[in-house]
């Protein structure tokens, strides 16, 4: 059987006030600085709104016909500590609303390649998987 819908791969780079998408069917990538600020001193997706907002213009304008995604979404940056559930929470609550089917976060290090990117994602969703099985 065929799916209606396919879901479209993306990698979104999370930097201060800064984005960069990766479609990682074609490779390409859109980065912007955003006009609305969504992040404070302290934290990177401080005005989830603000950064849903965002997300999903450079999502428009990388994908024409966008039904659902699968996303990792990297915060390379204000992670002193590490992400805090709270912050983990709010990342994967904006996801849902921008359509993501499914959500892997990742966090620090250095921003990946696009095959990267896609071996990270099998990676996460197989532990996913080993997770729910137990």
């Known amino acids: 059987m065929f799916k209606l819908f396919k879901s479209n791969l993306v990698y979104i780079i999370l930097y201060k006030n800064r984005v960069k998408i990766y479609r990682l069917d074609t490779g390409k990538f859109i980065e912007k600085e955003a006009r609305k600020l969504f992040s404070n001193t302290r934290v990177l997706w401080a005005d989830f709104n603000e950064g849903e907002n965002f997300v999903r213009e450079i999502l428009k304008e990388l994908i024409d016909n966008w039904r659902t995604y699968r996303m990792l979404i990297h915060q390379v940056e204000l992670l002193e500590g590490g992400l805090s559930e709270v912050e983990k929470r709010a ?37 996913k998987q080993k997770s729910k099985k137990k």
């Open 91 to 127: 990342l994967i609550d904006s996801a849902g609303h921008l359509y993501a089917k499914e959500v892997y976060l990742l966090e620090g290090g250095n921003e990946l390649s696009p095959r990267e990117a896609i071996l990270e994602l099998e990676k996460l969703k197989e532990k």
